[in-house]
Structures are given as C-alpha cells and as structure tokens.
C-alpha cells in the first residue's frame, strides 16, 4: 500500500515539474513615445545623494517625474554647478533592465535640445557622471521594477537607498 502511494507521489511530483518548464510565451517591451521634454523648475527639486568627489548638486524635479505604461521612469534631473549655472536633462530609466536613456539636454538658458537618437545604456556605465545610478537606487527602481509615481516620489524623498 506503501508502494503504491510512493509511486503516486513520485508521478505527481514528475508530472509538475514537466509542467514547471514549459515554456511561457513573454511577450516583446515595446516603449512608448516618450512625451516631448517638460518645463522644469530650478527650485523645490528633490535632492540626489551623490559620491563626495561629485561637485555637482543634482536633483529631480517632482513635476516632471511619470511612470509610463512601459515600466520607464521619465524625469528631468537638474544639475548646479559651484558657479551657480544649472544645465538639465531629461532621461527614462528603465528599471527591469538597469538601463537609461537621454532624451534631451537643456543648458543655462533653458532651451530643450533633443538627443538625436537617443539609446538605452547601462546604469553603471563609466560615465562622467553617475547621476542615473543614484536615481535608481534611492527610489525610482525597486527590485529591478518601478512603481507607480506617487511610490516613486516618495522614495525619492525618503532617499531610502543612499548612493554609496
């Protein structure tokens, strides 16, 4: 009687794990049309804890922060220098594969300039600043996803995940 009910349990349990490895079809990320660069503030910017050798203070403006039907976390990040001059940029991080994309630039007069063809880079890319970086572990990406904009916003302020 033993037997029969080892040798059940031993079928059911193979008959699951045949069933645990079929494939699933995932379907393809699209991105959607990213909304044409926002006006942006230079002040009430939430900051972004960056590295002590970074002379920059950056931040995010809330207004323009959305979280798209795509996953893509969409901002402007606002950078000031010693100086006093600010530039802008307005970028989509997507959390899922830790990636960035700029959109458009803005310097000291405020003016948009859009990124020709903008591309999708690794957060942890050697680049001069590794402001996007920061953005995603203080708040924007949670696990490698993103939540909606009011959770999002949140994050940021709390600054829950500091930049080390």
């Not at 002590?52 to 950056?58: N, W």
Request: glycine share 8%; hydrophobic share 35%; net charge positive.
């Amino acid at each position: 009687m033993q037997i029969k009910r080892f040798a059940g349990l031993c079928f059911a349990l193979a008959g699951a794990c045949a069933v645990a490895q079929t494939p699933v079809d995932v379907p393809q990320w699209t991105e959607e049309n990213a909304a044409p660069p926002p006006a942006y503030a230079r002040d009430g910017l939430i900051p972004i804890e960056m590295p002590y050798y970074v002379s920059l203070k950056i931040g995010i403006d809330p207004a323009t922060l959305t979280v798209g039907s795509d996953g893509v976390v969409r901002y402007v990040v606002v950078m000031r220098n010693a100086t006093g001059s600010t530039n802008a940029a307005y970028e989509g991080i997507l959390c899922t594969t830790g990636q960035v994309k700029t959109y458009a630039r803005a310097g000291t007069n405020g003016t948009w300039v859009a990124i020709k063809q903008p591309e999708w880079r690794d957060l942890t890319d050697n680049l001069p600043s590794r402001h996007a970086y920061a953005i995603s572990q203080q708040g924007a990406c949670d696990a490698r996803s993103s939540s909606n904009r009011e959770k999002t916003l949140l994050a940021l302020k709390r600054g829950r995940q500091p930049y080390d």
